[in-house]
């Protein structure tokens, strides 16, 4: 197979199918979701055989357990892909919304409408339920969606894609809506990320080495998610019991996540206030403590941090803790080692809170909230299809509207410039 | 001078500036905006004297008659800086806008606030008003910039940077907030576009051939505008009156703007009505007409148009015309050959019109207006940085807005994720 040719075949009917997609009503959308959601219901003995295909491929390949458990497809999972559908089937349509729709002294009347963006290319590794995940959220969005998935996953994906073509049909919307690349060929995802004239816009969904490459090779634009080094400070002004539930859950309530808290920033004046019952309560956790020469003249048995700390995401029960001055030396030391993830202050103090709010350059800024909030389900967006920690286009936690954009649009009577 | 090293020192001080400019009141920038202004009535005399360097540079360096135009500055010209600068003063500040704040069930309210983008960098050619212009609107939204404009204006654009950093000084912001490139050497544009670390954005203001040479090299994210190739419609149901006056408005207000018209189409039922007046006033105008086949069975003496004219812009007293069946065969051609720049419907019908709106992917779409209203200050921006024909971040005339970004905020009372 000649992959250039292949891709550019793909990419050119995506584009075609897109406009149909722009067009789109919202209840043919909707049909489409839930015809997909049926089909995948009748095909649940195809999806678990294809599957155990690709299991069966993944062991003698020497894939390694956290490997093999993402890449299996259960029934619980495949409740969730039915399930998911269903969800976003029943979010509002972005598309076409009109806002600040007003009148100019010239006569005319100018507003922005909400469009979708086109092609979106989603790369993703080998979790098949991401397949259905984004091709959802970008058939809603009014969007055509070319998916990568991990050669792992190929069986299984192909399987998926099956059932949303079904319902693609079902609905009377082009199947060139939702294409998964056929081969496993790398060349593929070269060819997908630098087709400016069929992709709009590509989503890596991945690891960091992953996400870095298709960042620096791809031309066409990129919605990225690097890693989370998320902190949590706690201000002088902090109420104990806030800044104790805070502390603990941001690190603890779920280790691999990339809003978990790595680095605790406390202030010096509530230090010996708050520090040994949490340490006791991150030691009961079986969480490892790297601290600051002053934080650990505070409690113990803490090892040194290194400068290297401080810029490790460990996504794992190691937390880095340092001693500040107070919100001046925590906010320097946020804006020059976050991944401009999540950071959140805990305090009781009015302007140290808006202060915080306004100089903490990062997608998501908190006042007395875990970090673990940060997620589009959290955040009421119904479903997301990454976190950016990009500034343009879309920060933080892209749902619906990130794969969307606004153009302008003009209502005149027949208004010409003098 | 090592151009790299320069470039990264340059790009270094920015971002530490542009942290100093994100936390800025909106009084100290506007300060800053009026000190430039009465720094540059102070420096009148100076100006005059650097503009009458490249002048003579530019002369001697055979520079044609259009480029010496856009390099001058006059007297007038000053006056329009410094009226520009209060302008910009005048405008809301669209840093730190809170919306959309909502409880979430979990306890903690979700919003957004907008935020700089943080460092822009600007590479134009030879007009030094370009210099004011984007300074202003840069620090307006609380962002540094490194600009870079044409080498034939550089003693222009130096003694205007004087100027700026005389204002910036004289309201307490960081004099490396706006920075103009000292080098003339073309190596420090490929230096600008590829420091992400330092750089957040690069709107590149000039020809194609320079945009497109930005937009294939920049490792940066790019706010660009390609070519204005943007088409007035004529449907079936147009009022004949309105159809006139947009048709002939479009074109001839002016013929080198990116917003004028190039390709006028026309629905078959209202052609013979509505062409022989048109062509005569277009010819009365001065403007060449480049017809398909049905059109020059209507009026005689047209040009044919080859393939190639439905794709160029001219910029030029020229103008292709090509008649369509009806609406469906009109957004096939403009979704084929516009830019996405702006595309107008003359309708008096709901239905064709809505469509029209909704279908067209252009980054203005309107209707009974003319295409010469996509401009950032007739749309009520207040000023532009430019228009932008990607989808991505922002489309269409770029004002202050564009120049930010949104962050979510979260408020809570010590709440966690359960």
């Known amino acids: 197979m000649d992959v250039k040719q292949y891709m550019t075949t793909v990419g050119q009917s995506a584009r075609q199918a897109s406009r149909a997609m722009a067009a789109a009503k919202t209840g043919t959308k909707n049909n489409a979701l839930i015809a997909t959601a049926d089909a995948i219901e009748r095909a649940r003995g195809k999806l678990l055989a294809a599957n155990q295909q690709d299991m069966e491929g993944g062991r003698s390949n020497g894939l390694d357990a956290a490997l093999l458990d993402r890449l299996e497809l259960t029934e619980a999972r495949i409740d969730d892909m039915v399930e998911g559908l269903h969800q976003v089937a029943a979010l509002a349509d972005p598309v076409g919304e009109i806002t600040d729709l007003k009148y100019r002294p010239s006569g005319i009347q100018v507003g922005n409408m909400r469009v979708p963006l086109g092609v979106i290319g989603i790369i993703y590794e080998s979790r098949p339920n991401v397949t259905v995940e984004a091709a959802s959220l970008c058939i809603k969005a009014g969007n055509a969606t070319i998916l990568r998935g991990g050669s792992e996953a190929i069986h299984s994906n192909q399987a998926i894609a099956a059932c949303i073509i079904e319902g693609l049909a079902a609905a009377g919307l082009p199947k060139n809506a939702v294409q998964v690349v056929e081969t496993t060929d790398r060349a593929a995802v070269g060819e997908l990320i ?135 030396q925590a906010m320097d030391h946020i804006n020059h080692y976050s991944s401009q993830h999540t950071d959140t202050i805990v305090t009781e103090n009015y302007t140290n809170g808006r202060r915080f709010l306004r100089e903490v350059d990062s997608s998501s800024v908190m006042i007395n909230a875990s970090t673990r909030f940060a997620d589009g389900f959290e955040y009421g967006l119904g479903a997301e299809i990454g976190i950016s920690t990009d500034k343009i286009h879309a920060r933080g936690p892209v749902g619906l509207e990130g794969l969307t954009s606004q153009k302008y649009i003009v209502l005149g009577d027949g208004e010409i410039r003098e």
Chains 1, 2 share one sequence.
């Open 194 to 328: 630098t087709m400016p004239d069929f992709v709009d816009v590509v989503v890596p969904r991945g690891g960091k080495g992953l996400i870095e490459r298709i960042s620096r090779d791809a031309t066409v634009a990129v919605i990225k998610h690097l890693d989370g080094i998320c902190h949590v400070y706690i201000d002088d002004h902090a109420d104990l019991e806030k800044a104790f539930n805070v502390a603990i859950n941001s690190k603890t309530q779920r280790y691999g996540t990339c809003n978990t808290m790595e680095t605790l920033l406390v202030a010096e004046r509530i230090a010996a206030d708050i520090l040994p019952r949490l340490a006791a309560a991150y030691r009961q956790a079986g969480v490892e403590l790297r601290v600051c020469e002053r934080i650990k003249a505070i409690i113990s048995d803490g090892k040194l941090a290194t400068e290297e700390d401080w810029k490790t995401e460990y996504l794992a029960p190691i937390l880095s803790i340092k001693m500040v001055d107070g919100l001046e």
